[in-house]
């Protein structure tokens, strides 16, 4: 038997991760990072030029990692509860598929669903991280675009989860990572809609794992919740933070290392935890008055 058809039957057997809004920032990053663990990808976004970008990147990185692991085929660095996820699969190349999708369509949404389906019947990650903000008063900013954030942010990560959680519930096997944010936790003054389809993703992750408890499922589910991340999202917000933001590597990483731990919520940062805190015990009118208060700093 010559070595392709040795990586082809290995590249069958690896595990595969679907990420969203994969073409910059964490997904990216996620994406990256999974990679290097040696998961296969689908990655989807609706600029095929940087997904082309990012699977050529990847490629390359796993065809070099290869080489690498021929002369060490031990990662001391990793732990076991990464081990288990990716130890029989690093040493070969892994595949990733881009899948070009506006989430802001229902129709498109579905349509990125049956097309994974298809292809391969099923995934063992689903990260639902496409998603983006709009700063501004409610009454100023444009109704057309709060509408389709709410599309992405809300709709496609209730399509998504739903539409693969059944799939995994039946065959007991399957995660499912919800990017929200530290946004999640409180009321959002100029930011209101983001805020609010934000709560929604943490809200509905809450929902979801209860029910695959009370289930007994093995079936795994987190939410990311980070504060300030160093992306694209805050061009396409118009916002300019005043705290320091993560960088969208670290995020990742670290969202990734957790999630594979099976940790429910995931924040990174000692400063994003301590705002999590502080959220829970402080009054909710005060609570909007410092939200006002923070926000009015990003003009």
Do not use: W
């Not at 690093?90 to 949404?109: F, G, K, P």
């Not at 059944?166 to 944010?181: C, Y």
Request: with cysteine.
């Amino acid at each position: 038997m010559n070595d392709n058809m040795n990586d082809n039957i290995n590249i069958s057997k690896k595990p595969i991760a679907l990420v969203t809004g994969a073409s910059s920032g964490i997904g990216r990053d996620m994406a990256r990072y999974l990679n290097s663990l040696g998961y296969n990808l689908i990655i989807t976004a609706r600029d095929k030029d940087k997904l082309e970008e990012l699977k050529a990147e990847l490629e390359k990185d796993s065809k070099q990692s290869k080489e690498s692991n021929k002369n060490n085929k031990k990662d001391k660095n990793m732990e076991e509860t990464i081990k288990s996820h990716t130890s029989a699969n690093r040493s070969v190349n892994t595949s990733v598929d881009i899948i070009v999708a506006d989430l802001a369509r229902e129709e498109e949404c579905i349509s990125l669903y049956k097309q994974v389906k298809e292809k391969y019947n099923k995934i063992d990650i689903l990260i639902n991280n496409a998603g983006f903000g709009l700063f501004g008063s409610f009454f100023e900013t444009d109704l057309e675009t709060e509408l389709n954030m709410i599309d992405v942010n809300v709709k496609a990560v209730h399509i998504l989860a739903k539409l693969f959680m059944q799939d995994m519930v039946k065959t007991n096997k399957g995660t499912i990572l919800n990017v929200a944010s530290v946004a999640g936790f409180m009321p959002g003054p100029l930011m209101a809609t983001y805020y609010c389809t934000k709560n929604y993703v943490f809200r509905l992750s809450e929902a979801l794992r209860e029910e695959l408890k009370k289930k007994k499922s093995d079936v795994k589910i987190s939410v990311l919740c980070p504060g300030p991340v160093d992306t694209n999202f805050n061009k396409v917000a118009k916002v300019k933070f005043n705290l320091k933001e993560a960088s969208s590597e670290y995020v990742a990483k670290y969202a990734i290392d957790k999630l594979l731990r099976h940790k429910f919520l995931i924040i990174p940062g000692f400063s994003v935890k301590i705002a999590r805190f502080f959220s829970k015990i402080t009054p909710d009118n005060i609570l909007a008055k410092v939200c006002y208060h923070m926000q009015e700093k990003k003009r």
